[in-house]
């Protein structure tokens, strides 16, 4: 693919430039409540990073050209001057074993409290669709005598998640009366045993695509088990890492579970260096409002995180969060709604591993809080919220995540998803019921319910008037080359950071399925400012990495809602991303 980075000019002069006669751009940013930036960026000391071992993406397929070009970008007669900043996508390596794509139902999974599963338990959790499960891994029920290790349990469970396709988070946690200091492990002693038991586990299970998480949730003290010390939990995570990484140089390595987002604990982590030596960063946004009111506090962990690993970007993970429905907590259908909701908000925003807790109700008692928070009550009979789960990795199953689209009221969702040719939305909305429209090349949509229903919507004028309730449901839209063209280039990351310059790049994902050349203008605007601009073309069969380098003059100091335009010679509708530009520090 050849590409162009043009001085920024007026839109007007642009479209003459892709010989566009008439028609607008549809496309609106977004406001929204800015979030508050976490203390400032402390002196660190430095931690090497151990030999990266990322998720790489599909191997590129070849296409099949499709026969007629009825509509779209331009033939090769319009002239471009050219200056390649756009690379073929290599091919891809075998898959390491990591963080999940954004492709459903990968990024998804539910906590269970169990090694030894009732009879057919497994088999009821593989059907809920979900692709990873999280559970302790306790010290001390693995060392009962000093140096003898009983895996037993772990053994079995392992090999009935394979069996189910599902992968295990395992949390290394708790302390261990062999060694002193009862469930904390606060001594050099405790540390270097429970770094023994972290590096045999981590042996034993080498290449069963396990993640590693360091203790749960260490700024509670009911779970640190001693009053919470961010300087000793660094010490612990500084001595199990480096053993780990020795027996293991591939392995994934997450923590620190943080109960909420405790900034002033982020914080402390990030001043013993401690952060750089971990894969990933973990919290639990666990609140009594809805998924995404986390957002702020999301990205302002996000803003904190590229401050202080400016050459390394540390992905971060929900590991555990959920909704109870006992007596006086959520309806159960508003249960299944937040997970549905809370799942498809992380991706987003990159959060691209979202644990739900949990799998199953704890017990029988409706009014009791810990009880209730299951997909499935005690007896296995099911939720609103296992139904909402299956129905989501049903219907968007395969499909993968691509964009977010701009809505001028930044609380409403339309999420859109491609799998091959095929595109869908999942949309909802965070206030009361109302009706939005979108610009659709189709007659008519089916449309599918948070529990499964289905429905015909029809489009008038190729408008769909789509009512948005904080239910999910799903719209498919209609075969077509229009509907195909809108899943051909996502933004690889939710968040765009600049540096203290103002300045900062955004990789598009690009292809072109269809036989001729294609021409297309990218363009990231922060209001009416546009951020940088490009244009380009890709050739038949074509996949590229667009490398957009963006500047901006005036440094905002909390993120902002950025949109991605991807603008073609006919304006196709919906061809339009929202992002957030990650400020540097003041």
């Known amino acids: 693919m050849t590409h162009c980075s043009p001085p920024p000019r007026p839109r007007t002069e642009r479209l003459l430039l892709l010989l566009v006669l008439t028609s607008t751009l549809w496309g609106c940013t977004t406001s929204a409540a800015q979030p508050q930036a976490l203390s400032p960026t402390p002196t660190l000391t430095p931690t090497a990073p151990r030999p990266t071992a990322t998720t790489t993406s599909t191997a590129t397929a070849t296409p099949t050209p499709a026969p007629t070009i009825s509509l779209g970008f331009l033939t090769p007669t319009a002239v471009v001057t050219t200056a390649q900043i756009l690379a ?26 169990f090694i030894w599963p009732l009879p057919g338990e497994l088999d009821r959790l593989g059907a809920l669709g979900v692709r990873w499960i999280r559970m302790d891994m306790s010290w001390s029920d693995v060392e009962r005598e000093r140096g003898r290790y009983d895996f037993a349990g772990y053994d079995q469970l392992v090999a009935g998640l394979t069996r189910q396709n599902l992968r295990a988070l395992f949390i290394l946690d708790y302390g261990n009366d062999l060694y002193g200091g009862g469930p904390a492990v606060l001594t050099d002693e405790g540390r270097a045993a429970f770094a023994r038991f972290a590096t045999i586990a981590a042996a034993r299970y080498r290449g069963r695509g396990i993640i590693w998480e360091i203790w749960n949730e260490p700024n509670i003290e009911r ?15 500084q001595a199990v890492v480096p053993a780990i990484r020795r027996v293991d140089p591939s392995a994934w390595i997450v923590g620190p579970a ?26 639990h946004p666990y609140r009594a409002e809805p998924p995404e009111s986390a957002q702020a506090e999301y990205l302002a962990l996000r803003t904190y995180l590229d401050r202080v690993s400016p050459h390394r970007h540390i992905p971060i993970l929900s590991s555990e969060w959920g909704y109870t429905t006992h007596e006086s907590g959520l309806t159960l259908d508003t249960q299944a709604a937040y997970l549905v909701r809370q799942w498809l908000f992380h991706l987003t925003l990159d959060v691209n591993l979202s644990i739900w807790y949990d799998w199953r109700n704890d017990g029988p008692d409706p009014a009791d809080v810990e009880q209730n928070f299951g997909t499935v009550f005690n ?21 993968r995540y691509q964009r977010r689209l701009p809505l001028p009221d930044p609380a409403d969702y339309v999420l859109l998803f491609q799998r091959d040719d095929a595109i869908a939305l999942a949309t909802w909305t965070t206030t ?6 979108l610009p659709v090349a189709c007659e008519t949509v089916q449309a599918v319910s948070l529990t499964g229903a289905t429905e015909t919507l029809t489009v008038t004028g190729r408008q769909l008037a789509l009512t948005l309730t904080e239910m999910p449901r799903y719209i498919h839209l209609c075969p077509g080359e229009a509907t195909q063209r809108l899943g051909h280039w996502r933004p690889t990351q939710q968040t765009v950071a600049v540096d203290a310059t103002g300045a900062g790049r955004l990789l598009v994902a690009v292809e072109n399925p269809f036989g001729n050349v294609r021409q297309a203008e990218l363009e990231l605007t922060l209001g009416e400012e546009v951020l940088g601009a490009a244009l380009g073309t890709l050739s038949p069969g074509e996949r590229a990495l667009v490398s957009l380098p963006i500047q901006i003059t005036d440094m905002p100091r909390t993120p902002q809602p950025i949109t991605l335009h991807f603008i073609t010679p006919d304006l196709l509708p919906l061809q339009t991303a929202q992002l957030w530009l990650i400020p540097a520090a003041p």
């Open 432 to 437: 009361a019921t109302h009706t939005i429209t």
């Open 223 to 237: 779970f640190w088990h001693a009053p919470p010390d961010p300087m000793a939990y660094a010490r612990l995570v």
């Open 88 to 113: 073929p996508t290599p091919t891809a390596p075998p898959v390491a074993w990591g963080l999940p794509e954004a492709v459903v139902p990968e990024p998804f999974g539910v906590n269970i409290h």
């Open 258 to 283: 943080i109960a909420g987002f405790s900034p002033d604990y982020f914080v402390a982590l990030a001043q013993t260096g401690m952060l750089h030596q971990l894969d990933a960063v973990t919290v």
């Open 379 to 399: 007896d296995f009979s099911p939720k609103p919220a296992s139904r909402a789960a299956q129905t989501l990795n049903r219907t968007l199953g395969g499909y």
